[in-house]
């Protein structure tokens, strides 16, 4: 009836919350309650970086695990997680591998060891270590137990990758892998609260719209059209930096939101960007290599706009200035920034186009 009402407390946890770290403790201290182990843990398998990290840890010197990893096929969890194997020994003294193993890590003081993994299909996403239990390890019904745990922590992680990819898909825009508008009016209402909690906070706001964009889809197709937008985007990213984030507002519109920003900062990054736009070759992969410009308007938190949609009307109204000459950069309350006028390219795609049409 005990093992029956634990399986009965894990489920209704499984349907009452996506939290994970909520879920995977109740199961873990479920574990703990049965088998009484000194030392317990679940470890998370990292598939790009290749090793596990530790998820949770409790008992004797649990804090020093923290962030700490383990190379897949090392040690216990390493080797568990690499082979989707369960090992299970009772008595390490008894086991020749696993006793060396335990002599050249005598601080741990193992003693038994219960390591299992946690999969889905035929992928190991973790594995749940469990040291010097009290219990008999070696018993079909302690060992079942252990793995519908098991299989209880795995659809406990499987349902929340579910709702984190569904929730990236709600604010990513499929064409450029920006985020999408949902995403930047959501971050904005973040830097105002937080602007809330600290009156020094900066920050500025980027409107970028790329000029003649709609000869490229007249002359080859939205498909090319869309490569050139994911191009662009690719170079944004790469020019701002992860500490800046880049959105597709619409169309061939974009918009960067620079954080801790004031105006000269963001004018800075802002015209790196225009010149690693001109001077960019888009669509090599395609034999075309064109070139393109755009049109910048750029506007500072909170001087040009001390709410959502001020700073927001502040940067468009920049963008459409610029798009008066094309191929430049304006500024709330500096106007026209970027320069000589002779060498705008606002005809540089068509040209390019006609060039590439022959």
């Known amino acids: ?18 939290e994970l770290e909520e879920i995977l403790l109740i199961i873990m201290e479920k574990m703990a309650q049965f088998f009484g182990p000194e030392r317990w ?7 790009q970086a290749h090793n596990l990290y530790y998820a949770i840890a409790v008992g004797e010197n649990a804090e020093s695990l923290k962030g700490l990893r383990v190379g897949m096929g090392e040690g ?35 003693q038994s060891i219960a390591c299992l993994p946690i999969r889905s299909g035929e992928r190991t996403l973790g594995v749940i270590q ?23 922590a795995a659809i406990a992680i499987g349902n929340a990758r579910s709702v984190e990819r569904i929730h990236e898909l709600s604010i990513t825009d499929d064409c450029t892998g920006l985020f999408n508008a949902r995403r930047l009016y959501s971050m904005l209402d973040e830097q105002l ?4 909690a600290n009156r020094k906070t900066r920050f500025s706001l980027l409107f970028v719209d790329l000029d003649h964009f709609k000869q490229v889809n007249d002359t080859y197709g939205h498909l090319v059209g869309s490569q050139l937008l994911a191009e662009v985007g690719s170079l944004m990213r790469r020019s701002l930096g992860p500490a800046n984030s880049c959105f597709r507002y619409g169309g061939d519109e974009f918009v960067a939101l620079l954080p801790g920003m004031g105006k000269q900062a963001a004018i ?15 669509l090599s992969g395609q034999g075309l290599n064109l070139t ?27 963008m459409y200035e610029a798009k008066t000459t094309r191929d430049d950069i304006a500024v709330a309350g500096m106007g026209l920034v970027a320069g000589d006028p002779g060498d705008r390219r606002s005809t540089m795609l068509a040209n390019d186009i006609e060039s590439a049409g022959r």
């Not at 399986?7 to 349907?15: D, G, I, K, N, S």
């Not at 843990?41 to 598939?47: F, G, N, P």
């Not at 194997?85 to 050249?104: I, M, R, T, Y």
């Not at 506007?299 to 959502?308: H, K």
């Open 130 to 152: 469990l040291l010097n239990s009290k219990l008999d390890l070696m018993s079909e019904y302690s060992l079942s137990f252990l793995r519908i745990l098991c299989d209880y």
């Open 193 to 196: 609260a937080m602007a809330e």
């Open 268 to 282: 800075a990054a802002t015209t790196r960007l225009w010149k690693q736009l001109r001077e960019e070759r888009f």
């Open 1 to 18: 009836m005990d093992h029956l009402r634990v399986f009965h407390e894990v489920a209704r946890a499984l349907t009452q919350t996506l």
């Open 292 to 318: 393109l410009a755009g049109s910048f308007g750029l506007a500072t938190f909170p001087e040009d706009g001390d709410t959502v949609p001020a700073i927001i009307r502040a940067a468009d109204t920049m």
């Open 76 to 110: 216990v969890a390493g080797w568990v997680a690499s082979t989707g194997k369960s090992l299970v020994v009772p008595d390490v003294s008894l086991d020749a591998q696993w006793s060396a193993f335990a002599k050249a890590h005598s601080e741990l003081r193992i």
């Open 41 to 47: 843990s679940m470890l998370m398998v990292d598939e």
